[in-house]
């Protein structure tokens, strides 16, 4: 067995590392603010899932951007890691919360789930209605949820769904009907506000 060296106490460094983060980001974390995840990613973490190119006029090619929209699962994972470290050094009571949030992300993965969008609709959700505990499984977004799209794997964008998309409304209220007794958004028309959904809407076409 290999000899240990003694180790003393506050020797272990953080993990994960969060030294490339800068400080407007870490600022927007402590205070809740939708952030784009992939700003996270540390340089030397590749995701060949999302790449973009862009056209660099100076130089007369297509280069690839440094800040990708979309990540894969599994890069989203690396940067809700760093997200969750940001977040515990101002919160550390959220530790459990944040941990069963995963664990809600990583169940709609494999679900065949957006995952990812699930995640930056739920964290707007929150940032709307700050009620809202990490951890809770919020059914009104996931029954909107797209199967996962195969531009994770490309160059396109996904859609938005769910509360970005419809700004505090019941998008379950306004497709399908809504069923949630306890449900957290407007039942509410999305295009004139009444107490109808925008299906039923006699002035949407006016």
């Known amino acids: 067995m290999a000899k240990l060296v003694p180790r003393s106490t506050g020797t272990i460094p953080p993990v994960p590392k969060t030294g490339h983060v800068s400080d407007k980001i870490r600022k927007a974390i402590r205070k809740g603010e939708v952030i784009n995840l992939a700003l996270l990613k540390p340089k030397n973490l590749k995701d060949p899932g999302s790449k973009k190119l862009r056209f660099n006029i100076e130089s007369c090619r297509f280069e690839e951007d440094e800040v990708s929209q979309d990540l894969s699962i599994y890069?989203?994972?690396?940067?809700?890691?760093?997200?969750?470290?940001?977040?515990?050094?101002?919160?550390?009571?959220e530790a459990?919360?944040?941990?069963?949030?995963?664990q809600n992300v990583q169940s709609l993965s494999k679900a065949d789930k957006d995952a990812v969008e699930y995640d930056l609709q739920f964290r707007t959700a929150k940032r709307q209605h700050p009620n809202i505990q990490w951890g809770e499984y919020l059914a009104e977004l996931v029954d909107v949820l797209p199967a996962p799209k195969s531009v994770h794997k490309g160059n396109i964008k996904p859609k938005t769904h769910g509360m970005a998309k419809w700004g505090g409304v019941c998008a379950k209220f306004n497709t399908s009907g809504c069923t949630n007794t306890r449900c957290r958004f407007k039942?509410?028309?999305?295009?004139?506000?009444?107490?109808?959904?925008?299906?039923?809407c006699t002035k949407r076409n006016q």
């Open 75 to 93: 890069n989203w994972l690396e940067c809700f890691l760093i997200y969750m470290s940001i977040r515990l050094e101002y919160y550390p009571d």
């Open 187 to 200: 039942h509410e028309c999305k295009s004139c506000q009444g107490n109808h959904s925008v299906n039923a």
């Open 96 to 102: 459990q919360g944040l941990l069963r949030h995963v």
